[in-house]
């Protein structure tokens, strides 16, 4: 019974972020500034990741010329959390980058479809973009590192735990393959 209570926990957490999610995106917060590409990147669902961008384009008419190269950049997200797995460091160091490819490969479509074809045009579409990019990046800090802060937290109270040694407190930390009294 317990592992089934569990599991509609789980189901309603992954619902409930999603619907903060898909709700921050109708410009209760700045223009790039959501916490879409950390819910990409962290969530690893793909269904529910995607879904949640089709459906917001589908509501407010997102899908233009080029919207393909927005969605690749979308898929930076999951893919670069997909390789960075549970591993924090490899997460700090994946997210910038997701960040990167997203800013990257949105605008190529960008440039592709509304600018002139010559350097010139190219460099314009990315000069103009570098606001959106700002946005977006300082987001995936705030959402990203913010929820690998929060995990790190919740995961330092989950393996700490209390002992008396005839009365008196004392703390066992339990890490990766160690037992150590505080």
């Known amino acids: 019974m317990k592992k089934s209570n569990s599991s509609k926990l789980v189901r309603l957490k992954k619902w409930t972020t999603t619907l903060a999610v898909f709700i921050s995106r ?34 407010v008419g997102g899908f233009y010329k080029g919207f393909i190269f927005t969605y690749l950049g979308f898929g930076a997200y999951y893919l670069l959390g997909k390789l960075a797995k549970n ?3 490899k997460q700090a160091l994946y997210l910038p980058i997701a960040s990167f490819a997203f800013f990257a490969l949105s605008n ?7 600018y002139p ?30 929820y690998l802060y929060l995990k790190k937290r919740a995961e330092a109270k989950k393996t700490t735990l209390k002992t008396w040694d005839l009365g008196e407190a004392s703390e066992i930390r339990l890490g990766k393959n160690q037992l150590s009294k505080v």
Request: hydrophobic residues 50%.
């Open 87 to 89: 591993n924090p460091t």
């Open 26 to 59: 109708f410009g209760f917060l700045p223009a790039n500034f959501s916490p879409l590409g950390s819910f990409g990147f962290f969530g690893q669902n793909f269904w529910l990741y995607f879904g949640s961008i089709v459906l917001f384009d589908l509501a």
């Open 108 to 114: 190529f479509g960008s440039w592709y479809f509304w």
């Open 117 to 146: 074809h010559n350097l010139e045009g190219f460099l314009a579409c990315y000069i103009l973009a570098l606001p959106f990019y700002r946005n977006t990046l300082i987001a995936d800090f705030v959402f990203g590192y913010g």
